[in-house]
T-cell receptor
C-alpha cells in the first residue's frame, strides 16, 4: 500500500508564474489536508478537502491560492502569480480514522 | 486559538542517553495528539498517536505521555542512537469538522557517537 504521493518533489518558478502541486492520498483515503512550512517556521494548516468538496480553507491566503480534490485524480494546490514569499515546503496529508499520514512534500522555490 | 510550544528547540546528547522532549498546548480540549519525526529535507513520519482519553502510548524505544488538564505531552526516547537524529514535532487535533493539526516548531535532536 503506497503512502501519500506528492509531485513534483522540487519546483522552481519565477515571480509571476503559476505553480501546481499534486497530491495522491493513500489508497482508500478520501480526506486530504495541505500544510505549508515556511523556512525556519512550523507547519501551518492551509486547507482540508474531501472528494469534490472544500471543507475548511481557513488557513489559505485569500488571493492567488486555490485547491481542489476532483472525483478522479489527485488533489491539486494551485498558486497563481507566485511571489518570493511563497517559497516553502508544501505538505499533503491524508487521514485514516484519527491519524494523518504525510507525503514527502513539494519544495517550491520562487526566483 | 491553540498554540503549541516545544522545549527545548535543540538538543544534543551522546549515544545511549535517555531523553525527554516536551510539548505544551494552550487549549486542553484536544481530540488527540501526534508526535512526528522529520528528517532534513524530508516529509513527516508519524511516531505515536495519543487519543484524548489515553495517558500514554509506546512504540519500541519511544513512549509518549499526555496530560490534558495541564496541557502537556512528553516524548521519551530510551537508549538514543545516532539514527534518532532528526526534528521531532508534536501536533494537536482539536477535532470538529476538519480535524486539522496545529504544530509546534519542533525540537532538533542530535545524537552523537
Amino acid at each position: 500500500n503506497a503512502g501519500v504521493m506528492q509531485n513534483p518533489r522540487h519546483l522552481v518558478r519565477r515571480r509571476g508564474q503559476e505553480a501546481r502541486l499534486r497530491c495522491s492520498p493513500m489508497k482508500g483515503h478520501s480526506h486530504v489536508y495541505w500544510y505549508r512550512q515556511l523556512p525556519e517556521e512550523g507547519l501551518k494548516f492551509m486547507v482540508y478537502l474531501q472528494k469534490e468538496n472544500i471543507i475548511d480553507e481557513s488557513g489559505m491566503p485569500k488571493e492567488r491560492f486555490s485547491a481542489e480534490f476532483p472525483k478522479e485524480g489527485p488533489s491539486i494546490l494551485r498558486i497563481q502569480q507566485v511571489v518570493r514569499g511563497d517559497s516553502a515546503a508544501y505538505f499533503c496529508a491524508s487521514r485514516r480514522d484519527n491519524e494523518q499520514f504525510f507525503g514527502p512534500g513539494t519544495r517550491l522555490t520562487v526566483l | 486559538k491553540q498554540e503549541v510550544t516545544q522545549i527545548p528547540a535543540a538538543l544534543s546528547v551522546p549515544e545511549g542517553e535517555n531523553l525527554v522532549l516536551n510539548c505544551s498546548f494552550t487549549d486542553s480540549a484536544i481530540y488527540n495528539l501526534q508526535w512526528f519525526r522529520q528528517d532534513p529535507g524530508k516529509g513527516l513520519t508519524s511516531l505515536l498517536l495519543i487519543q484524548s482519553s489515553q495517558r500514554e502510548q509506546t512504540s519500541g524505544r519511544l513512549n509518549a505521555s499526555l496530560d490534558k488538564s495541564s496541557g502537556r505531552s512528553t516524548l521519551y526516547i530510551a537508549a538514543s542512537q545516532p539514527g534518532d537524529s532528526a526534528t521531532y514535532l508534536c501536533a494537536v487535533d482539536l477535532g470538529g469538522t476538519a480535524s486539522k493539526l496545529t504544530f509546534g516548531t519542533g525540537t532538533r535532536l542530535q545524537v552523537t557517537l
